[in-house]
C-alpha cells in the first residue's frame, strides 16, 4: 500500500543538526511533491517547505530558509529534511507527507502522511 | 503571510451539525480554490478530509463537505459522531499556510 515510513525519534544539544528521512512505497516516489511539516508539543501545524522529488528542486518557508536542507535520494525513494543551528524552539514532531496531485499539476493537499519522527532539542 | 484565523473550540451533539470557519485574505483563501482540511486524532498524524475547498478524497464520509465564500472557507461536520472529536485544520496556498486548529467537542 502507499506509505511514508519516517526515521526514529532525535534527541540533540542546541546548535546541532539534526536529518530526518522518509521513505515512500507503494506508488512512482518521482512522481509526487514530499512536504515537510512540523507540530510543536501542543500546538498546531507549520508548514517547512517541498521538494520535487524528480527534479530535487524546493520551496522552502521563509521561517526556516537558510537552517532547512531537503534533499532526496530517488534510488531508493527517500526524502530527507535536514535541520541545523536547533534551539530548544526547534523541539517538534515532524512530519513528511505526500502532495495528492502529480508534479505537474503543482503542490496542493497532503494526501499520506508519516507517522512523525520526534525531535527534542535539550542541553 | 500570517497563519489563517480558526475558532479554537467548537462542539455539538450527536447527531448535530457543526461548522468550522478559517479566515484568510485575497492573497490566499480567498484568491485561490485550494483550501484543505485536515483532521487529527490525539497522537496521531493529521489526515485529510476536504482538498480544493469541497472535494472528498476516497473514503471519507459525506458528512464531511466543504465551501468557500470569499476569504473565509468552512468545514462543516454533519450528522456529528463521537470518532468526529478530534482537531481540525484549515490549510490553504498549496499548504503553505495553516490555521491554528479548532477542538471540536462532541457533547
Known amino acids: 500500500q502507499v506509505q511514508l515510513v519516517q526515521s526514529g525519534a532525535e534527541v540533540k544539544k542546541p546548535g546541532a543538526s539534526v536529518k530526518v528521512s522518509c521513505k515512500a512505497s507503494?506508488?512512482?516516489?518521482?512522481?509526487?511533491?514530499v512536504h515537510w511539516v512540523r507540530q510543536a508539543p501542543g500546538q498546531g501545524l507549520e508548514c517547512m517547505g517541498w521538494?520535487?522529488?524528480?527534479?530535487?528542486?524546493?520551496n522552502y518557508a521563509q521561517k526556516f530558509q537558510g537552517r532547512v536542507t531537503m534533499t532526496r535520494d530517488t534510488s531508493i525513494s527517500t526524502a530527507y529534511m535536514e535541520l541545523s543551528r536547533l534551539r530548544s524552539d526547534d523541539t517538534a514532531m515532524y512530519y513528511c507527507a505526500r502532495d495528492w496531485r502529480r508534479i505537474a499539476a503543482g503542490p496542493d493537499a497532503f494526501d499520506i502522511w508519516g507517522q512523525g519522527t520526534m525531535v527534542t532539542v535539550s542541553s | 503571510q500570517s497563519a489563517l484565523t480558526q475558532p479554537p473550540s467548537a462542539s455539538g451533539s450527536p447527531g448535530q451539525s457543526v461548522t468550522i470557519s478559517c479566515t484568510g485574505t485575497?492573497?490566499?483563501?480567498?484568491?485561490?480554490?485550494?483550501v484543505s482540511w485536515y483532521q487529527q486524532h490525539p497522537g496521531k498524524a493529521p489526515k485529510l478530509m476536504i482538498y480544493e475547498v469541497s472535494k472528498r478524497p476516497s473514503g471519507v464520509p459525506d458528512r464531511f463537505s466543504g465551501s468557500k465564500s470569499g476569504n473565509t472557507a468552512s468545514l462543516t461536520v454533519s450528522g456529528l459522531q463521537a470518532e468526529d472529536e478530534a482537531d481540525y485544520y484549515c490549510s490553504s496556498y498549496a499548504g503553505s499556510l495553516f490555521g491554528g486548529g479548532t477542538k471540536l467537542t462532541v457533547l
Open positions: 507503494g506508488y512512482t516516489f518521482t512522481g509526487y511533491y
Open positions: 521538494i520535487n522529488p524528480n527534479s530535487g528542486g524546493t
Open positions: 485575497s492573497s490566499d483563501v480567498g484568491g485561490y480554490n485550494y
